[in-house]
């Protein structure tokens, strides 16, 4: 399996890893309208044979608060084929994801996901930082990983995510 970046023909094939992986048109239509917004994306795609099996996108976030936040990205969507899913496709997806974000200059990387699969890649529960989601949810399914250590220090707020989020 080769994890790298989304390429312009990958378009399609990504469309339907999300319509098969959440059973729905959501996800996939949100990765076209991020796409759409000029954001600086980071989206990687796991290969296997030439075949597109999963998906990761990350996307730049606000958070807002009495002080200036460095910058920060969303984890979302992650998708992998049902045929594919229980094999490492979607870890290999986040790791190589997290990574990128690092390099791009990301200091931290927020997620709204499952509370059982995040935390084995370091996230946690994002009040740990005094950080909240613009969403009301439960505090254990919006978490967050510092890329650099005691980045976030000093820092609290809300995460507001781009509008195609809505």
């Excluded at 059973?23 to 949100?30: H, I, K, S, V």
């Excluded at 998906?55 to 976030?61: A, N």
């Excluded at 997290?98 to 499952?114: E, S, T």
């Excluded at 990983?145 to 195609?164: C, F, M, N, R, W």
């Amino acid at each position: 399996m080769t994890i790298r970046p989304e390429r312009p023909g990958d378009r399609l094939q990504i469309r339907h890893i999300n319509q098969q992986a959440f059973d729905d048109d959501a996800e996939a239509n949100l990765i076209d309208a991020l796409r759409d917004s000029g954001l600086p994306l980071i989206s990687l795609v796991a290969e296997e044979r030439s075949q597109l099996i999963g998906h990761i996108l990350f996307s730049p976030v606000r958070l807002i608060g009495p002080k200036p936040a460095p910058a920060i990205a969303g984890l979302a969507p992650m998708a992998v084929l049902p045929d594919w899913q229980g094999r490492g496709v979607g870890s290999s997806l986040v790791t190589a994801g997290l990574d990128d974000c690092a390099k791009a200059g990301y200091v931290a990387v927020v997620v709204l996901g499952h509370p059982d699969y995040y935390p084995r890649f370091g996230f946690v529960s994002a009040r740990h930082f005094h950080i909240q989601s613009e969403y009301d949810v439960a505090d254990d399914v919006f978490m967050l990983k510092e890329l650099q250590d005691a980045a976030l220090e000093g820092i609290s707020g809300t995460v507001q995510y781009h509008p195609a989020f809505q």
